[in-house]
């Protein structure tokens, strides 16, 4: 019989986790799987244990929510050679677990994590160094994602981050900055920008969805650029979450690309799967292809 790992967060999902913990590992037992269970202690302990006890296991699961998923991957792309990744989805808006079509009920995502489920090789990105599953983002609504109360995204689920985040736009200000993208240069006033491998992030589509494939070796970019007009700025955050086919004012960027660089006269603040990612004067974001297996519902 193989070993599996399974890290969990016992309170995603308003401790939902453990609710379905004895129903998830009887999946698991029957999956023909010898199963080690670890709980996380506190922020980080994921990423801890992915790393130091990852190579001895045949299989890592994850249960939890993005940041959860998120952590394990940092842990576990330290490694030579990273056994495959399974998620069961726990969280508030679970981004990931769409892009990856894993049901929302945790026995039916517990068995294609353990079984069902197929192994392909996925995209990972690094900001500065950090491993990132599926977006980095500066400028505007982006400290929404750690800021928004717990109980509030628990409640409202993606919606939270739309209130919050319409709330923060007095205080918003621009970034001028250079990008620069695969041999290409870009210099503008920037009111937010996001580097993306998913098909959802804040529980909705990102633009040119149908473009996104998670092995490609590319992130989907998009800035949204210093508005002349009120109306301007609505109609690119109206495209900018998929409220209008297009974009008329000009704000918005889009394009694909491997590696880019940021820079900024004053230190940008960047979140990475919904976290602090830290703040940096130049900011560097790489594609790592095919760096993990992780499994999804074909």
């Known amino acids: 019989m193989n070993k599996l790992l399974f890290i969990f967060n016992p309170t995603s999902g308003t401790g ?103 192994a392909v090789p996925t995209d990972i990105g690094r900001l500065n160094n950090k491993p990132f599953v599926y977006v980095s983002a500066f400028g505007a609504f982006t400290r929404v994602a750690y800021d928004t109360p717990q109980d509030l995204k628990n409640t409202f689920g993606h919606l939270a981050y739309i209130f919050a985040g319409i709330a923060s736009l007095p205080t918003i200000a621009p ?50 650029k210093k508005p002349l007009s009120l109306t301007d700025l609505t109609d690119g955050l109206q495209a900018l979450v998929n409220l209008s086919p297009a974009d008329r004012s000009g704000v918005l960027v889009q394009f694909q690309a491997s590696r880019l660089t940021f820079t900024c006269d004053q230190p940008i603040p960047w979140t990475i799967d919904g976290e602090f990612g830290g703040s940096q004067l130049v900011s560097q974001v790489v594609n790592c292809q095919k760096a993990l297996q992780i499994i999804r519902n074909e």
């Open 16 to 118: 939902q986790v453990k609710t379905a913990l004895a129903q998830v590992l009887d999946v698991f037992t029957k999956a023909g799987w010898i199963t080690t269970s670890y709980p996380t202690q506190c922020k980080g302990d994921a990423a801890r244990t992915a790393r130091e006890l990852g190579s001895q296991f045949d299989r890592i699961i994850c249960a939890g929510g993005d940041g959860t998923l998120s952590e394990v991957v940092s842990g576990l792309v330290e490694l030579k050679n990273p056994p495959p990744l399974g998620y069961i989805p726990f969280g508030s808006t679970n981004d990931c677990a769409t892009t990856l079509r894993l049901p929302r009920k945790p026995r039916e995502a517990a068995l294609v994590a353990s079984g069902t489920g197929v």
């Open 175 to 224: 970034y001028h900055m250079k990008v620069e993208y695969d041999g290409q240069i870009l210099e503008d006033d920037f009111y937010f920008g996001m580097v993306s491998n998913s098909q959802s992030i804040g529980g909705m589509k990102p633009p040119k969805v149908e473009q996104v494939v998670l092995d490609d070796g590319l992130f989907e970019v998009t800035l949204v």
